[in-house]
């Protein structure tokens, strides 16, 4: 059963760095998404992607984070100067239509 | 009032009981709701997907969508330890934004 990937499962990265979370949506999907889920906290939503552009992003995805799709199964979410308040769980999931969505492993995140 | 809320447990229960979690909502523009699974420190694993009011069944597992009261529940029969995770509703309004709004996830313990 085709399934959302996501590498790499744990990255820890300094304060100020910058990071690239990396998945690989189901191959015939043609909405990609970015959440997060801080330690003991919601799922939250971060932003949508179709179509080589963002179609909605929320309050969170500020200027420090960005996403690319830089090749057919590829799509990245970068965040430039990392903060500790980063530190969560990112996932990433697709899905064909705006219907249902497919939630991969997750990259959690550590920011020291 | 919070857009989604649900009792984050914990809740514990013997193997075999019928366990029925639930979700309130605020938005009257929810048409999507979603059930997920989630085992400790991976995604969410997509249970069940009904789309406006009405009842969803599939094994040992219904989903049920009450609009008019602004409430979903889950209902999984004869449960068994490997059900053991947290369960998270989401939703989402049809048309316009695609963002899933998640419930806090209740984490359930099912006893041998």
């Known amino acids: 059963e085709p399934e959302v990937t996501q590498t790499p499962s744990h990255q820890v990265t300094q304060m100020g760095q910058e990071v690239i979370l990396r998945c690989v949506p189901i191959s015939n999907h043609l909405y990609f998404y970015w959440y997060r889920q801080i330690l003991g906290q919601k799922v939250e939503f971060l932003v949508s992607f179709y179509n080589n552009e963002i179609s909605e992003k929320s309050e969170i995805f500020d200027d420090q984070f960005s996403v690319e799709r830089p090749d057919g199964s590829n799509f990245t979410l970068k965040i430039r100067s990392t903060k500790l308040e980063d530190s969560a769980m990112y996932f990433c999931?697709?899905?064909?239509?705006?219907?249902?969505?497919?939630f991969g492993p997750g990259t959690r995140l550590t920011v020291l | 009032q919070k857009e989604v809320e649900q009792d984050p447990g914990p809740l514990s229960v013997p193997e075999g009981a019928i366990v029925s979690l639930n979700c309130t909502y605020s938005n009257s523009a929810f048409q999507y709701f979603m059930w997920y699974r989630q085992y400790s420190r991976k995604g969410p694993e997509l249970l069940m997907y009904t789309y406006s009011s009405g009842n969803k069944e599939d094994g040992r597992f219904t989903a049920q969508v009450d609009k008019s009261s602004k409430y979903i529940s889950l209902f999984i029969r004869d449960s068994q330890p490997s059900d053991s995770a947290t369960y998270l509703c989401a939703m989402r309004t049809q048309g316009g934004s695609e963002k899933l709004v998640f419930g806090k996830g209740m984490k359930l313990t099912v006893n041998p």
């Open positions: 999931a697709s899905s064909v239509e705006t219907g249902v969505q497919y």
